[in-house]
């Protein structure tokens, strides 16, 4: 049995870790709390405008082109995937989490029908999003930096512009997001999500991800107004007036739109991050308190056998000298 | 009357400023100012900065100011997505007046012509303009009655 004194240090330095940690969780709270306000505040208008987006995207104005946005190209070699992750580790599985969900649906892409040679790229946001080029070896596009505080759109403008740029210049055939939705504070959801070109049958196709859950951060009664769209698609097709034309409202509409997107996506990850961060350090601060506990009792018996050790000494000399 | 209600909504990124049902709505879009009445048929139109008024079921009149951004008008939903929006009563006159002055002071002193800058005042302007009138007429509105 270890020596009391072995003990004792590490009920020491296990309840400097725990202090620690019990700490990285109160942060973790207070920057969680401001975090999901600020996603929560914009949900409604990430929303109805990626509703709007789709609906344009949809609009049946005699088969001409409205915008190159919005067309699809036949052949997808490129694909440009914007992955938002977190600055620092200790969050659990945030990260490793939405990595391997998008390497997986590149996988998955990549079995579906033909076998394509589709070249994945990534742009990055948040440093702990090197680990797809790392461990997978995907090349790297672009790597932002990720303020910490609570952001402004501005941070994902340059985003936004390069990877319009990109899909215009035909650089990518077809942009992704990879983001960490948020549900709630016990749950968050890595998804993969169709940006580029901006298509209402896109969906799910490619993401990899099935049933409800593959639905990016939208209410409930906009799934299922989706879902009838969707069966009525083709005799439900509107004819849009646009003011002052469709080239200068598309024009400005879309990069707006594409902005506001990835915005949402990237409150939603910082509001996932800080939770999972919260429910990991609160984990290993329990997981502190039951090993002190246990070592604790450890000690009280290596105690008391040096006690009773010390007695059976004293009174064996004691014996010996009668 | 059932058919004759628009389901309207205006959010911005930072908020719903208003979620109802409405009779009519008046916008001022860059191509000036529109007024959708329930079939409209859909449209797509970006704003300028300025007033909305709509109409409610109960007849009562609302009036909002406007930043700029997008409206979507379907078959009986319009969805406004603003930069910015207010509605009139939560709009401080007094100060909405003291920031145009200011942004206008802001213009005179600009020294070096610097594009970004200036459009940025600019806008801060025609804005703050947009909500003092939203103001004024919300309250001529309430006089009338």
């Known amino acids: 049995m270890a020596s009391t004194k072995d003990i004792q240090r590490r009920i020491k330095s296990i309840g400097n870790t725990k202090k620690i940690t019990k700490a990285m969780e109160m942060v973790a709270t207070a920057k969680m709390r401001r975090s999901i306000e600020a996603v929560l505040k914009t949900r409604t208008y990430a929303n109805l405008s990626w509703a709007t987006v789709l609906n344009l995207s949809q609009a049946d104005n005699s088969g001409e082109e409205l915008h190159p946005l919005l067309v699809k190209k036949d052949k997808i070699k490129n694909v440009g995937i914007v992955l938002f992750a977190s600055n620092r580790g200790l969050c659990g599985g945030f990260n490793t989490a939405i990595v391997n969900k ?3 649906s590149i996988k998955k892409h990549h079995h579906k029908g033909e076998p394509m040679e589709a070249k994945a790229e990534f742009i990055i946001m948040g440093k702990k999003g090197l680990a797809v080029n790392k461990y997978y070896g ?5 790597d932002f930096p990720k303020q910490d505080a609570v952001s ?9 512009k390069m990877i319009i740029n990109d899909f215009l210049s035909g650089k990518y055939d077809k942009v992704m997001v990879a983001y960490t939705d948020f549900i709630n504070v016990a749950k968050q959801i890595p998804r993969v999500k169709q940006l580029l070109p901006i298509d209402f049958t896109a969906d799910d196709k490619y993401l990899g991800i099935v049933g409800e859950d593959s639905r990016i951060g939208i209410s409930k009664e906009f799934i299922k107004a989706k879902d009838e769209k969707h069966l009525e698609e083709k005799k439900n097709k509107f004819y849009y007036t646009f003011e002052p034309s469709p080239q200068e409202v598309l024009d400005k509409i879309i990069p707006r739109l594409i902005e506001v997107q990835l915005f949402q996506a990237l409150l939603e990850s910082n509001a996932s991050e800080h939770s999972a961060r919260m429910a990991s350090m609160h984990k290993a601060t329990e997981a502190a308190g039951d090993l ?15 006690i009773t050790a010390e007695i059976a000494e004293i009174s064996a000399g004691a014996n010996a000298l009668k | 009357m059932a058919d004759k209600i628009i389901h309207f909504e205006i959010v911005t990124p930072k908020r719903v400023v ?13 191509m000036g100012e529109i007024t959708v009445l329930p079939n409209h048929i859909p449209l797509v139109a970006s704003l300028q900065p300025g007033v909305i008024e709509i109409k409610k079921k109960d007849g009562l009149p609302e009036v909002m100011s406007v930043s700029g951004g997008f409206i979507e008008v379907l078959k009986d939903k319009v969805v406004i997505l603003a930069d910015t929006a207010e509605r009139a009563e939560e709009i401080d006159e007094k100060r909405a ?3 145009r002055m200011r942004a206008e002071e802001a213009k005179k002193n600009l020294k070096q012509f610097d594009q970004e800058k200036f459009t940025n005042i600019n806008a801060s302007i025609v804005k703050e303009l947009a909500r003092s009138k939203a103001v004024k007429r919300w309250k001529k509105s309430k006089n009338i009655q």
């Not at chain 1, 995907?138 to 672009?142: D, G, R, S, V």
């Open chain 2, 18 to 30: 208003l979620k109802e049902e409405v009779m009519q709505i008046t916008v001022p879009t860059m």
């Open chain 1, 152 to 160: 402004e759109v501005a941070e994902v403008m340059p985003i936004a």
């Open chain 1, 102 to 104: 998008v390497h997986e």
């Open chain 1, 138 to 142: 995907y090349n790297l596009a672009a």
């Open chain 2, 97 to 99: 007046e003291e920031a």
């Open chain 1, 292 to 306: 002190v506990d246990e070592l604790t009792l450890y000690y009280n018996k290596a105690r008391q056998a040096s």
